[in-house]
């Protein structure tokens, strides 16, 4: 049974940090691309950063409104992946998601390149 599970979500002032941390069990980490999404209130889920198997820096993507706030990372020995969450806002707020992905070149960017999902983990931005 393949499991995802986020960690490391909470509150944090505008201007803090977090890092959210994904642990994954019951499949080949090493072979699944990890992405990360997030759901506020009233809207669709949206992509936020995903990262190859590889996890080089060549092989991680970012949506607009956290490149340079985010970084995304994995831990292949670990079975984990992070996203380290700099720079915060309140608009920041959301449900965050990790996702896995087994294909060949599946799109990370997109809800339906992957195949497994967590269950998310709240982020909430105060002012």
């Not at 980490?29 to 820096?57: H, I, T």
């Not at 994995?74 to 969450?85: G, H, I, K, S, V």
């Amino acid at each position: 049974q393949v499991m995802l599970v986020e960690s490391g979500g909470g509150l944090a002032q505008a201007g803090g940090s977090l890092k959210l941390s994904c642990a994954a069990s019951g499949l080949t980490f090493s072979s699944y691309g990890m992405g990360w999404f997030r759901q506020a209130p009233g809207k669709e889920r949206e992509f936020v950063a995903a990262v190859r198997r590889s996890g080089l820096d060549t092989g991680k993507y970012y949506s607009d409104a956290v490149k340079g706030r985010f970084t995304v990372s994995r831990d292949n020995a670990e079975r984990t992946a992070y996203l380290q969450m700099m720079s915060l806002k309140p608009e920041d707020t959301a449900v965050y998601y990790c996702a896995a992905s087994g294909r060949i070149g599946a799109l990370l960017t997109s809800n339906d390149g992957y195949d497994y999902w967590g269950q998310g983990t709240q982020v909430t931005v105060s002012d």
